[in-house]
């Protein structure tokens, strides 16, 4: 088998013109970056409205393992094979972040013969969405310094200042500084940090926003800072919406790319999955919707965090409603959560296969609470036996009563994902998809939806919510914001907040360390445990193999 | 006159194809951003190398004023006319930076009937050449704390890393910080600040780079850093430069736009023009000269700054000739030199333009020097008077041998500059352009190139270079860096280091405050008086005021 990147590489890709028109996108539409990338303008997105919508198929995960899952690549072959056999379909997946490149090799732009393409161009710069989001970031930051070196009219209490700054760079070192010294033309000193853009509130809101007047009030309304009289400092206050609105403009449209089999994709956005609600644009899936008759996407991280934000934070947002579920496992992946070590995958071992199980298990159940129907996709690895697969197949028809289905779109492309593109078809086509039932109603109060996801999603005892945590929370409500939906950070390794205890853990306790609050997004951060919002690189980055070869080709970067 | 807002918005563009088609360009050559907009390919710069190279025709301007004097308008100008009588002419350009859009109001694409188009897309992120240029260098950075975070095998010295981070932003607050705090996890804390991406020397090395393998070079040559034994550490020490190429790679890639009269504008790169040399890319000029059969650029701040580095570091370093020279100066500008408030610019005041006349005579004197051809530009403003143009255009001839030619294309577009071009182009025809006469040979030492710039072209005294100073060019040179340029660091509004003595002043002595190796670059800074290398927001920021109208247009940028 060839690698990624020499399978991209050997494909022949069409013009985007041509793939926009599949989807009946005229080419005056279409603003073109390059041969093969186009945004769709806002004018076109905005005559979609009167549309009906297609069906909606969420694309989740087992917990994370070293061993590798393929969500984005299943993502990729199961609208491949949709289209394969006959059914008009988009696919939508986010961006990728551009500093985690130069850390670990891989990109994220699927796999095999399972990718979207060209994979250099999404894997870097792309079409600058990520660099309009961290220039409309930096922009609000400087505003709010910039605001009290000229005399702070607003009052803004230096020490209580919660909107840090960012950059698309795995970069330890700016995690935590000092900023302003210097004497008095620099400022008043204070502490400070970035984090990296993915972790930006503007780019949640981004994601969440329905139209440019939306992302315009949502960014009015993200806290930036308390005053002296512990009232909030918002963005609109800072009068920086107007300019964040217009550097944000061109990025807001939705980019069109293809698949390896030609299959219409479009990728935008990509907030963390911690911190924030780890979807695409919900511009980019309403399109989708109304651009093909089905539209297949993702979200980050296993389905206790992304399947239950995609449900809980933006289909409750957004009004969508989705029609399956596919949530993909491997029989790598459950071995180690059974306990095997990775070096050992290659071996056949039923029995860890049988103990790892078990979450899976919990995620089927958990995301049929809310109310869509499942079914698996067992993402086929070379070192898969026979007896593993069949294993693997009666333990969900037995014990859960839900298909599982060999998928070979990585080896194979569309071809080797026909069988999950019918499952998937035969569940979406069953009837109309209902509205989710969500983990809670927004009346709850916010310990309580804590506690209740901790609770039924994560197989948690309690919930320990720290006390400065609590008097958060309860000033985040006396604020008027406990209609909110919660959004967890935690660890994606594990049901709990030890990201070492694998497979499902029950009766642990999942500790509240801290409580944010993104009144822009429209929900409130729950930090349980260390969540790094500033990833650094590694001993030996992966930016120290990447250069450019003999013939200008990009190597090093996959 | 409508605003020049409204004088784009009313143009009709044609499609890139077209502008292009006009200089040969095939479709396939292209990469679109959008339609207005796209990219050379690497591929077809390498195939012009062949062909015969047109006439260089620089544009300069007396010191600048805050009555504005018009050098971008001037270059688009006079490239419109040129085309307009019949001379192919490609106009080679700057991009503006990012970050001052939101300070003061006000684009950097030309004014009036004399603008290049798209301007909101130049003015804002254009192709994403700064953003690549922002990743590069915060890569880079990145990768230093990194090294001595993994154990520091090259032995960097943390008190003397020379290579701070930069954002493309006005943010005053990141000027001085220190960085690494919080613990063992975020690395070694030290002092560290943010520049302006224009003042990166990654910037000045994509300007000055031949192709992209110079580039990697180049970047490698970058000393970040010295080592325990005040040894240079430098990008290529830190395997940083193939993946810097990387992301620069399609950046690197000359941008194609047309004026308002539908003339090809190449705008590519934009370095400062105090800490680096303020021309656009060597490879836009070169592809510029090749494309057409002339090529019109402009350089950074005054003469004494832009023209004096565009010969000595851009020719010298590209081996570049050019056919003759244009010095821009305003009505308005040269009653400021003479003594004139802003305020009382409306009243006619020949006593004081022919005071101020005192600024382009030493201007028009620098540049003979460098043995080009020199005509003046009289960029024409509403409120000049008949008496006042033809008084400058007396004291030229009379004084100076050289002619002023009163330009109306602010108002009037290609026709206003007509005689102006027809100057330009007999003054290049005249015969084959010689090679400049440099203001100092390669061997010269440094500390003399300086007192050379400065007593020749500044009419300083003397320098005075501060002893630490004298050292760090003492050790330059030791370590080989003797036969670099210099790249004088000065403020742009007086031939002194103080900013308020207009005119032409003399006698005064240049005091070296410190001085900077850019190695990469190829030049040795010379800093004198107190250079910004981040800028400040002001009370007011333009932010404030920039925002979508109802109709999606962008207000208040301009």
Redesign the interface.
């Known amino acids: 088998m060839p690698t990624d990147i020499e399978i991209a590489r050997a494909a022949t890709l069409q013009p985007i013109t041509a793939i926009a028109q599949r989807i009946g996108i005229p080419d005056e539409a279409l603003?073109?970056?390059?041969?093969h990338i186009a945004k769709i303008d806002?004018g076109h997105i905005r005559s979609l409205a009167a549309r009906p919508e297609g069906k909606l198929i969420l694309v989740t995960a087992i917990s994370p393992t070293p061993a590798g899952e393929g969500k984005t690549t299943t993502t990729v072959g199961l609208g491949d094979a949709l289209n394969r056999i006959g059914r008009k379909t988009v696919i939508c997946l986010r961006e990728p972040s551009?500093g985690p490149c130069?850390g670990q090799k891989g990109g994220a732009a699927g796999g095999g013969r399972a990718q979207v393409v060209p994979m250099e161009a999404i894997n870097?710069?792309f079409t600058?969405d990520f660099?309009?989001i961290?220039?409309a970031h930096?922009?609000a930051?400087?505003?709010i310094?910039?605001h009290v070196?000229?005399?702070n009219a607003l009052g803004i209490d230096l020490r209580r200042v919660a909107f840090r700054?960012v950059?698309?760079?795995?970069?330890?070192?700016?995690?935590?500084?000092?900023?302003?010294?210097?004497g008095v033309?620099?400022?008043f000193p204070r502490?400070?940090?970035f984090d990296i853009t993915v972790a930006s509130e503007v780019m949640a809101v981004f994601c969440l926003a329905r139209d440019?007047a939306d992302l315009?009030a949502r960014l009015g309304r993200i806290v930036v800072a308390e005053n002296r009289d512990r009232k909030p400092v918002t963005l609109a206050d800072l009068?920086?919406?107007?300019?964040m609105?217009?550097?944000l403009?061109?990025a807001l449209q939705p980019n069109l790319v293809q698949t390896l089999e030609g299959s219409p994709a479009l990728i935008h956005g990509g907030p963390f999955a911690n911190i924030a609600h780890g979807c695409n644009s919900v511009i980019a899936t309403r399109a989708g919707l109304r651009l093909g008759d089905y539209a297949v996407t993702e979200a980050g991280f296993g389905a206790d965090l992304g399947a239950e934000k995609f449900f809980d934070i933006k289909c409750r947002q957004a009004g969508l409603n989705p029609s399956a579920v596919v949530i993909v496992a491997t029989v790598r992946a459950l071995k180690m959560h059974g306990g095997v070590a990775k070096a050992d995958l290659g071996s056949e071992n039923v029995a860890a296969l049988e103990r790892g199980f078990a979450n899976l298990a919990r995620h089927v159940e958990n995301v049929r609470r809310f109310g869509a129907p499942v079914v698996v996709a067992v993402n086929h690895f070379h070192a898969d036996t026979e007896a593993e697969h069949a294993a693997l197949k009666a333990l969900c028809r037995d014990r859960l009563d839900v298909e599982a289905i060999t998928c070979r779109h990585w080896a194979e492309g569309a071809a080797g994902a026909e069988d999950l593109a019918h499952a998937v078809a035969a569940l979406a086509d069953a009837g109309p998809a209902a509205a989710p039932r969500f983990a809670y109603p927004d009346a709850m109060p916010l310990e309580d939806k804590i506690r209740t996801i901790a609770q039924t999603l994560y197989g948690a005892a309690d919930v320990q919510i720290e006390s400065k945590a609590a008097g958060k929370l309860a000033a985040f409500a006396q604020a008027g914001h406990g209609n909110l939906p919660v959004c967890m950070a935690k660890t994606q390794y594990s049901f709990s907040t030890d990201p070492t205890l694998m497979g499902a853990p029950s009766g642990h306790v999942v500790a509240v360390r801290d409580v944010r609050l993104s009144a822009g997004a429209g929900f409130v951060v729950a930090i349980c445990g260390e969540i790094m919002t500033m990833p650094?690189?590694p001993?030996v980055?992966?930016?120290?193999?990447?250069?450019?070869d003999a013939e200008?080709r990009?190597e090093?970067?996959f």
Do not use: C
Request: hydrophobic content about 35%; cysteine-free.
């Open positions: 603003h073109p970056y390059g041969r806002h551009l130069f870097l710069h600058g660099h309009a961290t220039s930096s922009l930051a400087a505003m310094d910039n070196y000229w005399g700054r950059l698309d760079m795995n970069d330890r070192a700016l995690r935590s500084i000092t900023q302003s010294l210097g033309a620099n400022g502490e400070d940090g440019l315009e009068k920086a919406t107007g300019a609105t217009v550097l403009k061109d650094g690189l001993k980055p992966a930016a120290e193999g990447i250069h450019l200008g990009i090093g970067l």
